[in-house]
Antibody, heavy 122, light 112 residues
Framework: QVNLVESGGGVVQPGGSLRVSCAAS????????MHWVRQAPGKGPEWLAY????????YYADFVKGRFTISRDNSKSTVYLQMDSLRAEDTAIYYC???????????????WGQGTLVTVSS | DIVMTQSPDSLAVSLGERATINCKSS????????????LAWYQQKAGQPPKVLIY???TRESGVPDRFSGSGSGTDFTLTISSLQAEDVAVYYC????????FGQGTKVEIK
């Protein structure tokens, strides 16, 4: 079954950087695009970024462009989110999400990990 | 960007009664090539990640009780809980996946 395990969260000072990772298993990772979504305390989920299955394309929410970078290593079945110039408002649980479309078909349902908490505070 | 707007923001329903949540998208999420609506409903309980209940606007996820149903097409969608149970207390989100992902603001469902 699909398993997504995020790691790398923690406490970071404003202006600092952090990289969170998501290790995937239970499916053919290199055939699926991947997303990062976050959820601030008491707020709804918020999409951040998407990377195509073959790394050919990356897309970002406007409010993280230039600060966050999504990447993946298909040999390690892992997707990353590098976060720079962090602000207090970036405090959230960060989830990786498997896209519902493979290279060849779409199934309608995303899969979510359990998330990793990032706290930006001095 | 596609904006998703849910109503109401909160809802108190008696046990066994019907709960209805509406979701409106700022543009159609119906993909003409496959005639599918790229709309999902999620349930989120405290301290847990969102859990998918419904996808393709009306397809119930495996294991989800049949008291949950989704309907609608184009820009207007509804999640119905036909007979509210205590374990259904949660926040419910609609989400479009026609263009990246955007979520409604959430509807908090409580017991009256």
């Amino acid at each position: 079954q699909v398993n997504l395990v995020e790691s790398g969260g923690g406490v970071v000072q404003p202006g600092g950087s952090l990289r969170v990772s998501c290790a995937a298993s239970g499916f053919s990772f290199s055939n699926y695009g991947m997303h990062w979504v976050r959820q601030a305390p008491g707020k709804g989920p918020e999409w951040l970024a998407y990377i195509h299955y073959d790394v050919s394309n990356k897309y970002y929410a406007d409010f993280v462009k230039g600060r966050f970078t999504i990447s993946r290593d298909n040999s390690k079945s892992t997707v990353y989110l590098q976060m720079d110039s962090l602000r207090a408002e970036d405090t959230a649980i960060y989830y990786c999400v498997k896209d519902h479309c493979s290279k060849t078909d779409c199934y309608g349902k995303d899969y979510w990990g359990q998330g990793t908490l990032v706290t930006v505070s001095s | 960007d596609i904006v998703m707007t849910q109503s109401p923001d909160s809802l108190a329903v008696s046990l066994g009664e019907r709960a209805t949540i509406n979701c409106k998208s700022s543009q159609s999420v119906l993909y003409s090539s496959n005639n599918k609506n790229y709309l999902a409903w999620y349930q989120q309980k405290a301290g847990q990640p969102p859990k998918v209940l419904i996808y393709w606007a009306s397809t119930r996820e495996s294991g989800v009780p049949d008291r949950f149903s989704g309907s609608g097409s184009g820009t207007d969608f509804t999640l119905t809980i036909s007979s509210l149970q205590a374990e259904d207390v949660a926040v419910y989100y609609c989400q479009q996946y026609y263009s990246y992902r955007t979520f409604g603001q959430g509807t908090k469902v409580e017991i009256k």
